[in-house]
């Protein structure tokens, strides 16, 4: 196979990888048909998700980890195993606390897993444009729940929960196992032969790889983590309670809100391979600007929604706010790739991504907020004052440091 098709070959098993994967985050379907065959409290299926984040932040560290010791085609397999036998142990689970073992925590570390050795492996196929593959796999990841949520439901609906959790194990499982023998390193000498990318003005100069216990003494790293997670903090807040502002103060309809998720996962999506174009054009520094302005620009128009009464003008604010979101998944990579080298990747982003356990506090200070007020009115000021301030953050800590990291 001549470079050109392998590189093609690569691209195509990565996507559909996570195409298959992000299905777990289509879990909202599940929510009702598991309250009702087993009489779980919301409380009770909503942790569940919550505990798939952080089984999902376990298998990327794990997968950082024992790269070194299994090739990349070997992990996938693993993870094959790990989701198909979690999802069919889900089947027979009639327990919360056997639900939380064997999806949340085993599908979860079984996604992390191939999430990281994905964006780990498939972008250095494409070293002339990593900012845009990395946004293309993940653009599969964001789009996954919204086309393949329909189908989940279509399963529920004609074979009921257990059967659903059974074919969904036979499907990832048959994804994964087939496209374990399409993913793989690139060689030395492949790696030669490869488009190399144009200096951009990159953060990094001299082109040293930092170890994790390099990287986690860096100021840098500090002050990324720090101005990824308030992103994420945003992001999820807008996805948790856009909806119920929508309904509950600006008295929408809740079909009309529904398409409202589906508009918001658009738009989270596409911005995904377009920040990392973007990032490939003009380097991190500015692309990190251009995203914090973005969310900036998205809570002005959502608190300026709800003041003024206006549907419309919430709803553009929380989905510029989910462009923003599509352009963190794809800095976050990238940004850990160009600041701290490639060697040590996949286990350096696996602290990366433990934003997404730090950010997920958002919600929940929002939703205090809104009940302390009633009102989503000072929750939204809230989100954006944050964005406020990480725009000026993101100028004088970002933009304006010198180039090399420095401990």
Known sequence: MNIGAKRITVLAGGF????????????????????????????????????????????????????????????IRLAA??????????????????LYITYSLAVGMSVGMVYN?????????????????????????AFSASLLGPLCQLLLNSLGVASTFRVLACINFCVLIA?????????????????????????????????????????????????????????????????????????????SAALVVSAMSICNGVSRPMFGKVYDVIGLRKTFLIVSAVFFLGSVAAVCGLSFG?????????????????????????????????????INYSFMALIGITGSFGPSIIGFIQMIRQSYDMAFLFIAAICLIHVAASFFLVYLRKEQPSA
């Not at 462009?323 to 996949?346: D, H, I, M, N, W």
């Open 117 to 141: 050795t994905a964006i780990s492996v498939v972008p250095r196929w494409y070293p002339e444009k990593k900012g845009f593959i990395t946004g293309l796999l993940l653009m599969g990841y």
């Open 179 to 255: 496209c374990s023998f399409i993913i793989s390193t690139p060689s030395e000498d492949m790696a030669a032969r490869l488009p190399q990318a144009e200096h951009t003005g990159a953060v990094r100069s001299g082109g040293r790889d930092y170890t994790p216990q390099q990287m986690l003494r860096t100021r840098e790293f500090s002050i990324y983590f720090l101005l990824i997670t308030f992103w994420v903090f945003v992001a999820l807040s807008y996805l948790n309670h856009t909806v119920p502002a929508l309904t509950g103060e600006l008295f929408l309809a809740p079909s």
């Open 81 to 98: 195993l790990l989701m198909s036998g979690g999802m069919l142990l889900t089947s027979m689970a009639e327990s919360i606390v056997m």
């Open 16 to 75: 559909l990888m996570l195409l298959a994967l992000g299905i777990v985050y289509a879990w909202g379907v599940f929510v009702g048909p598991l309250e009702k065959q087993f009489g779980w409290t919301r409380a009770e299926t909503s942790f569940a998700f919550s505990l798939l984040l952080i089984g999902f932040s376990m298998g990327v560290m794990a997968m950082g980890i024992i790269v070194k010791r299994l090739s990349c085609r070997s992990i």
């Open 310 to 346: 206006s549907p419309a003008l919430l709803i553009a604010g929380a989905c510029i706010s989910m462009l923003g979101y599509g352009g963190q998944a794809a800095l976050t990579p990238t940004a850990t790739r160009e600041v701290f080298g490639e060697k040590y990747f996949s």
